[in-house]
């Protein structure tokens, strides 16, 4: 039968396919697949059609070949500038998908339209182009429920989806083992009411715990909101490290915008980079070698070998030949073990940039903001920081007074406290008030008890009795207690509604007029079945105004004090005692952004549609913001009781509140003070010169 098969050239032909099939794939890298397999076609845009090659491009193949299903790598972030084939990994990860892994796969994209262009320029061109992707992936049809189309790609034992981040439609009834989120900063910050779409991206994974992968990319973005920086300084944090091309030197270093040299007659009016060891010019003519020889390096600080007990040590920018092994790691194995491997390139990386283009858009980014925040984003890859209202956690901690903390003075009689609630305790912080509304913060906490219990009830109560020694020898209470309301509102409520005034429910207002405390709201306090059993008064608060208030009393706190040593109006200083850097972060976790600048697609043309002021706050990714909100209610709570229009006579009363009890000298003075004092000197104080009138009237 075999040789009657191998006589007609019929037989040949499907011997020679079944031989083919019998024989066992090949085990491949994804880079190793592409290069065979992938054709770049022209209508892609890209300078290099034909045969995929990526030594072209050599920064990817670390990347991509993580992507592999053998790679204990969960997710891939690619923290790149324009221009550096970050969306050509996600393509190559489509195709070995298709031939060697398949399954049910997601692409989220910003915007529809990006999605649109995604298709038409990248996925489809490459399908189509490529014959081992255009043999599985089904042709488009949309008469066809069997075949592809635009948004839908079918192929054996999967398929592609690809989604927009501005509709959470795409994002429900649909389990996947791999998720491509392209352009993440571009995604909005709530979908539908559904909030962050890359989460709800994340959370379409579930079904494959054990399996899944992700590719996460993106040109950065604003600083403070930015999930591409996020993700990437979650991650192991790898940088490009290229050999210089000197004999001499060829030490390893990262290309930096600093190390980048104007053109000059030596040059041939061509821009270069100076070698950061040695010094030496590296020319546009070095550049395609020392790509090839690059190495990606986590820069995560690494344990000292002399001494594993020591502080860990900085990567530095540059590495001697001799010392690379010792910084070398491979994704998830030795140092790296517990991030994910994230990547960080700017284009000077890109073989298709010269520096001298690089040079020139420098040049003329220096002339105005505008532009000089679009090369910081696309070109250097990194995210855009405004400054303008934001305060940096770095220099707050570093201004930290050496003031004592937990006991009260007579500068700041005035105190006011607040309760935040998270998931399993309660946070609390105390700050007091003076003059010019002045605060310092007199002290913070926690109750170690989850919302609704009895304990953490227990500790609410032992908080609002308590009371804190002053420097006058008496003693100082708290004026008025508030707790969030915004969660766990039913159980807020009912224990506040028997606490009268020592415990104000406050809930953020929505609206950016909204009054510091507004009319107060008689809500209701439903049992388990969702009946009214009582009502409690809640207070609405106006955080937008509220924020930009304490951001401003931050930032004077960083500035310092004036030259006699009296501080701004309005100052909020910090007790080193008691605040470390984790507490500064929180303090300043949120950033007030404009969303029509960050928006894309249609939920940009929305905004500004609109009319008038767009701008919100916005926590960090991945920052808690508890001291923010405590200082905000504090900040509230003090409004509340007359804080910025209390003249001489309203703070004197104040302080009489701390004065010691009969025969009890001052806490730090054991010899009481002389029974008369030289007359004041005169002050130029408009409430003291009313006080002294009023005074002699009487």
Known sequence: MLAEAVATRAGRLLLTALFRKAEPVEDLTVSEYVDRYRKVSPESGSPWPGDWRTDRMPHVREPQDCLHPDHPARQVTLKWAAQTAKTEVG?????????????????????MDEAIKYNRVKLQPTIDASPELRLRVKKENQRDEAASTSAFKRFAGGFNQIVTASSSKGLQMISVK????????????????????????????????????????????HKATCRITAAYEEGDRRRRYVPCPHPECGAYQILTEDALQPPSESTAFLSHFACLSCGGMIEERHKAEMLAKGEWISTRQIPSIDDPEAEPAAVPDVIEPAQMDRYRCAPKEGRCREFEPSYELWTAYSPAETWQSIWEGWEKAKASPVLLKVFTQQTLGRAWEDGAGEVEHEKLHAAREEIRARIATADHPLATGMIDLQGDRLEWGVWTWGPLAQGVLLDRGIIPFAPETVEALAGIDELLARTWPAMTGGILEVARWGIDGSNWSNWVRSIAAGRGHRLLVLEGAEKKTAPIVGTPKRLPIKDKYGRVLSKAIVYPTGVFDLKHTVYRGLRQFVAGPLEGGAWLPGTLRLPKEIVDEAYCRQLTAEVCIDPAQEAKGNARRKLHEKPGDHRIWVKRAGWANEALDI???CRALAWQLGLDTMGPVQWAKWRERLAPPEGVADLFDGVPPPASAAPAKPQNDMFARLAALNNAQD
Request: charged letters at 20%; hydrophobic letters at 35%; zero cysteines.
């Open 631 to 633: 200082v905000v209610g």
């Open 91 to 111: 393509v190559n990860w489509f195709a070995f998908i298709v031939d060697r892994a398949a399954g049910p796969m997601l692409t989220m994209l910003p915007s």
């Open 178 to 221: 791999y998720l491509i989120a392209e352009e993440v900063t571009g995604y909005p910050y709530d979908t539908d009411g559904r909030g962050d779409p890359l989460e709800q991206g994340k959370a379409r994974q579930k079904a494959y715990t054990q399996n899944l992968k992700r590719l996460v990319s993106g040109t950065p973005g």
